[in-house]
């Protein structure tokens, strides 16, 4: 069965610290990964994604990704904190092999961002 | 460029009553999802759409009711709404090829806020 995990329901940084989000999957084929931020009271929007190739993928606002395939790990990282990065953050997959046509979604990261 | 959009954004049922919630998208993609978000949680997919007259449940369809007459629309049908279904929301779509494995990302609207009293 394809699963997402954010283990962290909260990550607490201070600006101008790097952060990471955690997420962790679980697909019978080759993962297609995204990331999305949620403002409050907005839409998510697409922050990066892998699909294939170079297993560091940057994306808007700063952002980057690195899949590692061993550890089933697609974690999210930013060098420098920003206040207005404190979002909730969502990792989804989407399994190549089977049930092709959904996106998984993990269950959040809210992000806090001290000044 | 609109993209996704979604009305009503706010709308306040009774027990009982039913209403549509719309979605239509310019972007000429094929897939369209519905998933709701309940406070503090994920998102959970309702149905989803691979192109028009193409419709398949989600995780949790029981109360809802799509359909998919054209590429743009995709309106979620809610009968008899019950409690359990005050929720945001959200639309969303995307452009795949499963030939060539193509897959875009997920494009959001901003979301619909019911709730049911």
Known sequence: AQSVAQPEDQVNVAEGNPLTVKCTYSVSGNPYLFWYVQYPNRGLQFLLKYITGDNLVKGSYGFEAEFNKSQTSFHLKKPSALVSDSALYFCAVRDSRNNFNKFYFGSGTKLNVKP | NAG??????????????????????????????????????????????????????????????????????????????????????????????????????????????????
Request: charged content about 20%; proline content about 4%; hydrophobic content about 30%.
């Open chain 2, 4 to 117: 996704v959009t979604q009305t009503p954004k706010f709308r306040i049922l009774k027990i009982g009553q039913s209403m549509t919630l719309q979605c239509t998208q310019d972007m000429n993609h094929n897939y369209m999802y519905w998933y709701r978000q309940d406070p503090g949680m994920g998102l959970k997919l309702i149905y989803y759409s691979v192109g028009a007259g193409i419709t398949d449940k989600g995780e949790v369809p029981n109360g809802y009711n799509v359909s998919r007459s054209t590429t743009e629309d995709f309106p979620l049908r809610l009968e008899l709404a019950a409690p359990s279904q005050t929720s945001v929301y959200f639309c969303a779509s995307s452009y795949s090829r499963g030939v060539a494995r193509v897959t875009g990302e997920l494009f959001f609207g901003e979301g619909s806020r019911l709730t049911v009293l």
